[in-house]
């Protein structure tokens, strides 16, 4: 076999080996979309787009171990990852299937922990970027990452849960869940937009999942090129307890059942962010779970003049109303969150039901 024909030979290989791994990853994603409620049109073709721009962040840390997570194309040769991957590694790596490419250097937000890292003749084609302000509490999400470092993308459908104002975004909280190597991930909308970059979960088996807003993108754009790793800093997430923004601060007690914690964070939150629908629902919970049912009641009806389409307060009210027997104010939040969420809907109806039948 002479020189060119054994070139031919590899490349024709190599040629094959890629399109084989372009099919498996069309399989892999045709087969998580299952997860997807049939009732819910997902644009599956768009969401693929965004499935393929989804790569791995590589490197050796100090001790020779391998750390990883996960990126998001997002423009020509730039890829959006959270900076907390690349504390311990000197060269960093994007990766996809068999093929690799070399980080050259990165404009790095720590306090945000948002890293835009800057890779060489990169293939990959953009995700579309969205924006969370789009979307509603309890909107279909989808969240792409290669949770606990599968080679191949790994798909979770969920809601968006809740969503924060934090330093000029929206964090988000979401249902779509993710595992270690998923940092630096993407959470998109039903028809393929990038809204966010998922970063961190509460502990605990019944964890919160967050995202960072893609909107904060355009603040990272703006820093400085940065050509030294390891990437050091603390993010906002990481501080301690006290510290953390109070969206934060109500999970564990809310988790635990501490009850009495999470009515004194919530009466801080809504003193701090009196326009806060997210935190004047915590207190209204809170005030419930103490036996304050009428203060409870007020929160949540602050919460929907704030929020008019919060859901879960709407669920609150629905199931006092319920239970005081007070029918057209039943049927009236019954109607409402048949728009807005079908599945919290037919929870309500069940329960108001077996009140009046069980």
Request: contains cysteine; proline residues 4%; aromatic residues 10%.
């Amino acid at each position: 076999m002479n020189q060119i024909t054994a070139t031919n030979s590899i490349m024709s290989h190599i040629a094959n080996r890629k399109k084989l791994f372009a099919f498996g990853m069309l399989i892999t994603f045709s087969l998580l979309m299952l997860q997807a409620k049939p009732s819910h049109a997902y644009d599956k073709a768009k969401l693929f787009d965004a499935f393929l721009s989804i790569v791995m962040i590589k490197g050796y840390t100090m001790d020779g171990s391998m750390a990883y997570g996960s990126g998001v194309v997002v423009s020509q040769n730039k890829v959006l990852t959270n900076c907390h991957i690349m504390r311990e590694t000197k060269e960093p790596w994007v990766a996809k299937g068999e093929d690799t490419f070399a980080i050259s250097s990165v404009q790095a937000d720590r306090y945000h922990d948002l890293c835009l890292v800057h890779v060489d003749n990169l293939p990959y084609k953009p995700a579309l970027i969205g924006s969370i302000s789009q979307l509603n509490k309890g909107a279909p999400i989808v969240s792409i990452g290669h949770s606990s470092a599968n080679p191949s993308p790994v798909t979770a459908i969920g809601k968006v849960r809740a969503v924060y104002p934090f330093h000029e975004g929206l964090v988000i909280s979401g249902t779509a869940r993710f595992s270690m190597g998923a940092s630096g991930s993407g959470m998109f909308d039903d028809v393929g937009n990038l809204i966010g970059i998922n970063t961190f979960k509460s502990p605990g088996r019944n964890a919160y999942f967050y995202a960072l807003p893609i909107e904060w993108l355009k603040q990272v754009e703006k820093l400085p090129v940065e050509t030294k790793f390891p990437i050091p800093g603390k993010a906002f997430w990481e501080e301690a307890e006290q510290d953390k923004p109070y969206f934060m601060q109500v999970v564990q007690p809310e988790l635990n059942g501490n009850w009495a914690a999470l009515q004194e964070i919530a009466l801080k939150w809504t003193k701090a962010e009196a326009n806060n629908a997210e935190a004047w629902y915590e207190l209204g919970f809170a005030l419930e779970m103490n036996k304050q049912t009428v203060q409870a009641l007020d929160a949540y009806r602050k919460v929907l003049k704030l929020n008019p389409q919060h859901t879960e307060a709407m669920f609150r009210l629905g199931l006092n109303a319920a239970e005081k027997g007070n029918q057209s104010e039943l049927e009236s939040l019954q109607k409402q969150l048949a728009t807005l969420d079908g599945d919290l809907a037919d929870q309500l109806s069940k329960i108001a039901n077996c009140k009046s039948e069980c």
